[in-house]
Every structure is written in C-alpha cells, then in structure tokens.
C-alpha cells in the first residue's frame, strides 16, 4: 500500500506562484510514476502532468505547458509541482497519484493510489 500525501496548496494572486509537494510512503517511491491531477467545482477531473519512475519523462497539458515543472526527488519519496504565472481558472483541488508502471501517463484509470488533495485557488 502506498500513502500520498499533498501540501503547499493555499490562495495566491493570478500572476503568482506555489510549489505544490507531494510525499509518499509505503512502498519504493523510486518504482512510481507520479502524476498530478485537479478538479475545479463543476467540472471532470483532469491530469496536468505526469512523470515516469525514472524522472526522465515528463507528459504536460497543454494549458499548464510552460507554466508548470514536475520533478520527483526520489531521496526524498517526493515529487513537487512548481506552478509559475498562476491564472484564476488554475484553481482547483490538486491530487497527487500514483502508479505502478514505469511510464508517465494522463491517464487517471492507470493510476493506483490518490492523495487527499489540496486546494489551489488563485484570486483575479
């Protein structure tokens, strides 16, 4: 079993920026990929970024590319989300999952663990 749990969520104006982290236990952190996902009120959760076990692949939405960076300190058991240039329609409760594979992936039905969330909300 593998525990995921998120912080550095919190309010911050459009323009800003937040380090999202996310630490596990349980298992190898090193035999995970990772992705991070969010859910704004009213819509369908959506992956903004995944990234391989290794680290050396990353996969980004189009509407986070160039804003936001992936990395995983596998030392650590952590994989960290920087979000730069935050817009208001950012915000949204951001989880943190995991998988069992070696390869990132968008896809939320690959994954096997979920964090509790936090919320992101970025003001206008």
């Known amino acids: 079993q593998v525990q995921l749990v998120e912080s550095g969520g919190g309010l911050v104006q459009a323009g800003g920026s937040l380090r999202l982290s996310c630490a596990a236990s349980g298992r190898a952190f090193s035999m995970l990929a990772v992705g991070w996902f969010r859910q704004a009120p009213g819509k369908e959760r959506e992956c903004v970024v995944a990234?391989?076990?290794?680290?050396?692949?990353?996969d980004y939405a189009v509407s986070v590319k160039g804003r936001f960076t992936i990395s995983r300190d596998n030392a650590k058991n952590t994989v960290y989300l920087q979000m730069n240039n935050l817009k208001p329609e950012d915000t949204a409760v951001y989880y943190c999952?995991?998988?069992?594979?070696?390869?990132?992936?968008?896809?939320?039905?690959?994954?096997?663990?979920w964090g509790q969330g936090t919320q992101v909300t970025v003001s206008s």
């Open positions: 999952a995991a998988h069992r594979r070696a390869w990132a992936t968008m896809t939320d039905g690959a994954y096997d663990y």
């Open positions: 990234i391989s076990m290794s680290g050396r692949s990353t």
